[in-house]
C-alpha cells in the first residue's frame, strides 16, 4: 500500500516535471518567432528630475504579446532569451527601435529627452556591440547624449579590463552610461572609480523602505552622496509614494522614476503625457 502510494506520488511528480519542461518547451520556440511576428512592443517609463519636476527622459522596457498567453513579463523571458542567445537579436531591435522612437518624438516636436535601454550581459559580451550601436544611431539620425545604456555589475564578473575598454569605447561615442541595480551586485569601489560612468541607479529594493527602514534610508543616502563625490548623477527606482519623493528631494537624489510619476506606458500614452507635460 505505502509503496502504491509512493509510486503514484512519483508518476504525479514527474508529471509535473514534463508539463513544466513541455511549458517551457512551448515558451522557447514561441519565443524564436517573436521577433518576426512583431510581438515585442517597447513601452516607456517617465524620468523625472528631482529639481524641475520635468519628465527629461524615459527608460525602455520589451513587453512581449504572446498569441495565446497574452502579455508574458520580462522577467521570465529575457532570463530565457539570454540562455538560449535570443537576446542578442533581441537586444538589437530594442536599441533600434527605441533609437527609432526618440528621433520620431524629436521630428514630431516634442522636447528633446534621452532614452534608455537594458543591456543583458551576454548582448554586453558581444564583439560588435559598439559597432552595432554607432550603426543604429547612424541610420535613425539621433544624437548619441539621447541614448542611455543601463550596464550591470553583472557584466563586470569576468574582466573589469575588457568593461573599463568597452566603457570607453561607448563613451567615445557620446551615449550615456548607467549603472543599474547598484548595490544588488558585487561591485567594488575600486572598480566604480576606474568606469567611465555618468549615472548610478540605487535599485528599488533600497528605495522600496527608505521612509520606514533606517538602513534602506542610509544606503540611499549614502550611495547618493558616494555618486556625487564621483561625479556621478544618481537616480532612484521604484518610487512609488509623496513620502518618498521627499526623502530623494532633501537627499538631492537627481532623478526620480517610478509608479508615482507613471507605469512604464505604450510609446503613443508616453507621448501625450511628454506633449502636456
Ligand atoms: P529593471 O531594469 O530593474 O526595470 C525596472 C522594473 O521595475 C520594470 O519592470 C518596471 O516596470 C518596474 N517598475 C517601475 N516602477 C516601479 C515602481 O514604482 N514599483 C515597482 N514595484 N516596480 C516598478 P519590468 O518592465 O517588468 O521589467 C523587469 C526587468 O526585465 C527589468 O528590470 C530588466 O531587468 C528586464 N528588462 C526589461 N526590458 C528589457 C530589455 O529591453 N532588455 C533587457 N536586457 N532586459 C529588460
Ligand atoms: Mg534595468
Ligand atoms: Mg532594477
Redesign the pocket.
Known amino acids: 500500500r505505502a509503496k502504491e502510494e509512493h509510486g503514484n506520488a512519483f508518476q504525479f511528480y514527474s508529471r509535473e516535471m514534463s508539463e513544466h519542461a513541455l511549458e517551457r518547451a512551448e515558451l522557447e520556440s514561441a519565443l524564436r518567432r517573436a521577433l518576426e511576428r512583431k510581438e515585442f512592443e ?2 516607456y ?1 517617465p524620468k523625472v528630475d528631482t529639481r524641475s519636476g520635468r519628465i527629461i527622459g524615459a ?4 513587453r512581449w504579446h504572446h498569441p495565446e498567453r497574452g502579455m508574458v ?3 521570465r523571458f ?1 532570463p530565457m532569451a539570454e540562455e538560449i542567445g535570443l ?1 542578442v537579436p ?2 538589437e531591435w ?1 536599441i533600434n527601435t527605441a533609437c527609432a522612437q526618440n528621433k520620431a518624438w524629436q521630428d514630431a516636436g516634442l522636447p528633446p529627452i534621452s532614452v534608455s ?4 550581459a551576454r ?1 554586453f559580451n558581444q564583439d560588435d556591440l559598439v559597432d552595432s550601436i554607432a550603426s543604429a544611431l547612424e541610420s535613425w539620425g539621433l544624437d548619441a547624449k539621447h541614448l542611455q545604456l ?1 550596464l550591470t555589475e553583472s557584466m563586470v564578473m569576468n574582466s573589469a579590463e575588457l568593461f573599463i575598454t568597452k566603457l570607453q569605447e561607448l563613451e567615445d561615442l557620446g551615449v550615456q552610461l548607467s549603472l ?2 547598484f548595490g544588488t551586485g558585487y561591485s567594488s569601489l575600486s572598480y566604480l572609480k576606474r568606469f567611465p560612468l555618468h549615472q548610478l541607479k540605487i ?2 529594493s533600497f528605495v522600496r523602505d527608505i521612509v520606514t527602514d533606517a538602513d534602506d534610508a542610509a544606503i540611499t543616502s549614502t550611495v547618493t552622496s558616494l555618486g556625487h563625490s564621483l561625479n556621478l548623477k544618481v537616480i532612484a ?4 509614494t509623496e513620502e518618498q519623493v521627499a526623502f530623494l528631494r532633501e537627499h538631492q537624489c537627481d532623478e526620480m ?4 510619476f507613471s ?2 506606458l505604450p510609446a503613443r500614452d508616453f507621448a501625450s503625457l511628454l506633449r502636456k507635460h
Not at 535601454?117 to 543583458?120: D, I, K, R, Y
Not at 522614476?257 to 508615482?260: D, K, N, R
Open positions: 517597447l513601452f517609463q527608460e525602455a522596457l520589451i513579463s520580462p522577467t529575457i537576446i533581441i537586444g530594442v535601454v537594458n543591456l543583458s548582448q543601463k543599474d541595480d535599485d528599488q527606482e521604484g518610487v512609488e522614476q517610478g509608479y508615482f507605469k512604464p
